[in-house]
């Protein structure tokens, strides 16, 4: 071409198209006649492009495997703190007109005024608080009877102050509740009680959505344990041949344990796996 198209034969037709196709686009470069090796240019891109795809690919499903052990995590055992109520109810401490924390909002004024009567002769004659605590859910712990020593712990720190106390927490969510206090209100009230309470009164009608009737059958069965009168006995079931399904506290410690297990080891494929396999890659190169 530069023998039959003289550079100094056509200079007047360049600077013309030169100065006309400026007022309308930029040429491209790299598309230029003048552009200087370009064969060399394309061969040196093309390793890096073959270099980046298997490193794209080990990225992508290292993000992948992390994301979902996250989701996982925070699914069995999210900590969120300023989203949980429960916190709230740690901080403020036990309450002192009442004694309820109905931070669930299912009681009424009926039921509170009811239990305040109960509770309040209860701790003028036997000296022994019951408070009771409802909850829509647990964020911070894995179930209502951790969560219960835990309130305990914090509003009553020391042995004299939780001694002749007594914590109820009803979980709506879960339709769950615990029972826990000082070795002297366990030993008032009894082991057989306090199981009969968490696996009978609290669980059964809450599944109903008879929490009025649930924290308030236990206080009665509570009070009645402390007083040494006949045990009034829980809720009667509809269906005779219902099976309970709550959860022991036994049961819940070992569910939890699993979920540990279970989470720790994506923990460990999300990230030990993909980083072995990219080693592996990268040896064999």
């Avoid at 980046?52 to 699914?75: D, E």
């Avoid at 709230?88 to 009424?108: F, S």
Wanted: glycine residues 6%; contains cysteine.
């Amino acid at each position: 071409m530069e023998t039959i198209l003289s550079p100094h034969s056509f200079t007047p037709l360049f600077t013309n198209t030169k100065t006309l196709s400026s007022q309308s686009y930029k040429p491209n470069k790299s598309n230029s006649l003048y552009f200087s090796n370009p064969i060399s240019c394309s061969i040196k891109n093309d390793p890096f492009k073959s270099l980046a795809t298997p490193t794209s690919l080990f990225s992508s499903l290292q993000n992948g495997l992390a994301a979902l052990a996250i989701s996982l995590a925070l699914s069995f055992s999210p900590v969120l703190p300023s989203l949980a109520s429960e916190f709230d109810v740690l901080n403020d401490g036990p309450p002192k007109e009442t004694y309820v924390v109905d931070d669930a909002g299912v009681l009424n004024r009926v039921t509170k005024s009811d239990l305040k009567r109960l509770l309040s002769d209860l701790e003028s004659r036997k000296n022994f608080r019951i408070n009771f605590i409802t909850v829509r859910k647990l964020t911070s712990k894995a179930d209502a009877f951790e969560y219960a020593d835990q309130v305990l712990e914090r509003w009553y720190p020391s042995v004299e102050d939780g001694n002749n106390k007594g914590i109820v927490v009803l979980v709506t969510s879960q339709k769950e509740g615990a029972v826990t206090g000082g070795p002297d209100f366990v030993k008032a009230v009894g082991d057989t009680i306090l199981d009969a309470t968490v696996s009978e009164n609290l669980p059964v009608l809450a599944v109903d959505e008879k929490y009025n009737e649930a924290v308030y059958s236990s206080a009665k069965r509570l009070v009645a344990a402390i007083d040494g009168l006949p045990d009034p006995g829980g809720p009667a079931l509809k269906d005779s041949k219902r099976e309970s399904n709550f959860k022991t506290k036994e049961e819940t410690e070992e569910k939890r344990g699993q979920f540990s297990l279970v989470v720790g080891g994506l923990l460990v494929i999300a990230f030990v796996v993909p980083m072995a396999q990219y080693y592996a890659y990268v040896s064999r190169k």
